[in-house]
């Protein structure tokens, strides 16, 4: 069985990281590192109350991802990467790490837009965009993802070669493009989504905030892409 760190970015979701942490598949898992990116709700507090070694980083959420995977000890064979705002269902995280526990897969993504969507989940535009960026990386790659979700596992020694540079939210689409140009073995497999628990997206809640999130996006397509 494979050893899993999992890695959760954390900016003010005191409603939800408790529930989220608590609901680890401790016994599948060697530890929860809760990334704390700034939160001034208590919510890191919460966190290591449920359980989960907290560490802190600057702001961005790829910042808290790349703090996260450098924490994450280095006994783990697999980081499992998922969001702490409850919308992620913790229950489907073998769904994940069954084709890389199987030698099926180096990199593994949980798609939402293939999976059961609570109303309410996702914006069209969040669909729409998912859509439109697998729909270029197929045409640049000849690969096709469905989604950007934060839901994904992947193997230690990969993560590490891909040099991870984009420390906003473009980490996601960089990890993707990346995986795709070293050859790695990618799979998409369909995931559950829900509301979030509680508190405001810090995209898809904010009109401003989801276009400077949408442009940053399409900026690291064309600085990552070969």
Do not use: H
Not at 59 to 64: F, L, M, Q
Not at 99 to 115: H, K
């Amino acid at each position: 069985m494979a050893r899993v760190s999992v890695v959760i970015p954390l900016l003010n979701e005191a409603e939800s990281i408790g529930v989220v942490v608590g609901s680890m598949p401790w016994a599948l898992i060697e530890e929860c590192v809760v990334v704390d990116n700034g939160s001034t709700d208590g919510s890191a507090e919460i966190a290591r109350a449920a359980g989960a070694r907290v560490v802190t980083s600057e702001r961005g959420y790829g910042a808290a991802m790349f703090a996260g995977c450098r924490a994450a000890q280095e006994s783990s064979d697999v980081i499992v990467c998922m969001d702490g705002d409850g919308s992620d269902v913790v229950a489907e995280m073998p769904l994940l790490l069954g084709p890389i526990e199987r030698g099926e897969a180096d990199f593994v993504i949980g798609s939402r837009i293939r999976g059961t969507r609570e109303a309410g989940s996702m914006l069209g535009s969040q669909v729409l965009a998912g859509w439109l960026i697998g729909g270029m990386v197929r045409l640049l790659y000849g690969f096709r993802y469905t989604d950007m979700g934060p839901f994904r596992a992947i193997r230690r020694e990969a993560l590490e070669a891909m040099k991870m540079r984009e420390m906003t939210y473009g980490w996601n689409l960089e990890m993707q493009i990346k995986a795709v140009t070293m050859g790695l073995r990618v799979v998409e497999v369909p995931v559950s989504y829900r509301r979030r628990i509680g508190g405001v997206s810090k995209v898809s809640g904010d009109l401003r905030a989801s276009v400077k999130a949408a442009v940053r996006i399409f900026g690291v397509f064309w600085r990552v892409r070969k």
